[in-house]
């Protein structure tokens, strides 16, 4: 129905990150590899960032634990979940997989501390940070009445008030194109996981 703004920001996306001495340069040479991902709940750190390897031609195998000497074959990457952004970052740091995929806006925050260390090899589309939805069978009267007070939270200072302590959000505005188009990055991504029968 409407989008979300968070700390300033409509949209997001993820990337896929490598430390500067690596010799990949691009998505495709992840291959034999391993890449540390944030968690399986996250869009910026997992869902995107899967469905990029795979539409790079890349299968893709979940692992046990964190071992760049796994055995894997050249079209394949392995993949594991590190529980947080910072463990992603420090994982590739410290050479325990050869990549990690985290939210840009986080990778940015963390190389800043880490100057010249790593550096993005891939960027996903851009989604929506948040959407809000309602049922579909819900009274129309409803939903216009909560999107009008959505929508004009930010031209008061009790409605702006009321926005920061939910989680800092700025405001709320209309989905730019429209939710299908704003979401297709999403629903593709978990089409070509669900192929596979891995769970979202």
Not at 23 to 28: A, G, S, W, Y
Not at 98 to 109: C, V
Not at 141 to 169: D, N, P, Y
Not at 173 to 183: F, N, R, S, T
């Given at each position: 129905?409407?989008?979300?703004?968070?700390?300033?920001?409509?949209?997001?996306?993820?990337?896929?990150?490598?430390?500067?001495?690596?010799?990949?340069?691009?998505?495709?040479?992840?291959g034999g590899?391993?890449?540390?991902?944030?968690?399986?709940?996250?869009?910026?750190?997992?869902?995107?960032?899967?469905?990029?390897?795979?539409?790079a031609g890349?299968?893709?195998?979940?692992?046990?634990?964190?071992?760049?000497?796994?055995?894997?074959?050249?079209?394949?990457?392995?993949?594991?979940?590190?529980?947080?952004?910072?463990?992603?970052?420090?994982?590739?740091?410290?050479?325990?997989?050869?990549?990690?995929?985290?939210?840009?806006?986080?990778?940015?925050?963390?190389?800043?501390?880490?100057?010249?260390?790593?550096?993005?090899?891939?960027?996903?589309?851009?989604?929506?940070?948040?959407?809000?939805?309602?049922?579909?069978?819900?009274?129309?009267?409803?939903?216009?009445?909560?999107?009008?007070?959505?929508?004009?939270?930010?031209?008061?200072?009790?409605?702006?008030?009321?926005?920061?302590?939910?989680?800092?959000?700025?405001?709320?505005?209309?989905?730019?194109?429209?939710?299908?188009?704003?979401?297709?990055?999403?629903?593709?991504?978990?089409?070509?996981?669900?192929?596979?029968?891995?769970?979202?």
């Amino acid at each position: 129905m409407l989008r979300r703004w968070k700390e300033e920001k409509g949209e997001y996306r993820g990337v896929i990150f490598v430390r500067n001495d690596s010799e990949l340069k691009e998505i495709r040479q992840l291959g034999g590899r391993v890449i540390a991902l944030d968690e399986p709940t996250s869009t910026s750190g997992y869902l995107l960032p899967m469905g990029a390897l795979m539409e790079a031609g890349l299968r893709v195998r979940p692992l046990k634990e964190t071992s760049t000497s796994v055995s894997l074959a050249a079209d394949e990457v392995g993949y594991l979940f590190a529980g947080d952004e910072e463990t992603v970052f420090f994982w590739v740091l410290r050479g325990k997989a050869a990549a990690g995929a985290i939210h840009e806006g986080k990778f940015e925050r963390f190389r800043k501390g880490h100057p010249e260390q790593c550096t993005a090899i891939f960027t996903t589309a851009s989604v929506p940070r948040h959407v809000v939805c309602h049922r579909r069978d819900l009274d129309s009267q409803i939903t216009t009445a909560v999107r009008e007070v959505l929508l004009g939270m930010e031209q008061t200072a009790s409605g702006r008030e009321a926005l920061r302590k939910f989680q800092r959000t700025t405001k709320f505005d209309e989905i730019p194109g429209g939710a299908d188009a704003a979401l297709h990055p999403v629903r593709r991504s978990m089409r070509l996981l669900e192929s596979l029968g891995i769970p979202q």
